[in-house]
């Protein structure tokens, strides 16, 4: 009996960072996809809609502040997990989880990919 696996999408203008992340998530058994920017990522929602979005904070065309904001009024039962190098708080993002970008090592506040 095999079981769905879950779809994550990946968000994020840092090309290395996306095919990284999409590479390690794989390997972990979910469906990925990813996307450069919010306004790809709302048209990647529109062919299948994600479990799971990982995205940027600051990225061109559509910041992630703004596409996490239309996709919570959206399609609210998606999980959403912010992350960003620069910034740090958590307050004011419309995410269930914030990931704090680093080059040592991240901090997740609240739940993360449990």
């Known amino acids: 009996m095999s079981s769905a696996r879950a779809s994550l999408l ?31 990522a709302l048209c990647e929602i529109d062919r299948k809609i994600p479990a799971i979005i990982l995205s940027d904070l600051y990225m061109p065309r559509l910041s992630g502040f703004d596409f996490l904001a239309e996709v919570r009024s959206r399609f609210p039962s998606i999980m959403l997990i912010a992350m960003s190098a620069s910034f740090f708080a958590s307050d004011g993002v419309v995410a269930d989880a914030f990931y704090e970008k680093g080059p040592v090592s991240g901090h997740c506040s609240r739940s993360c990919m449990t």
Do not use: N
């Not at 090309?15 to 992340?21: E, K």
């Open 10 to 40: 990946i968000v994020d203008d840092d090309s290395l960072l996306r095919v990284s992340l999409s590479q390690i998530f794989s390997g972990m058994d979910y469906e990925v996809r990813s996307a450069e920017d919010g306004l790809s």
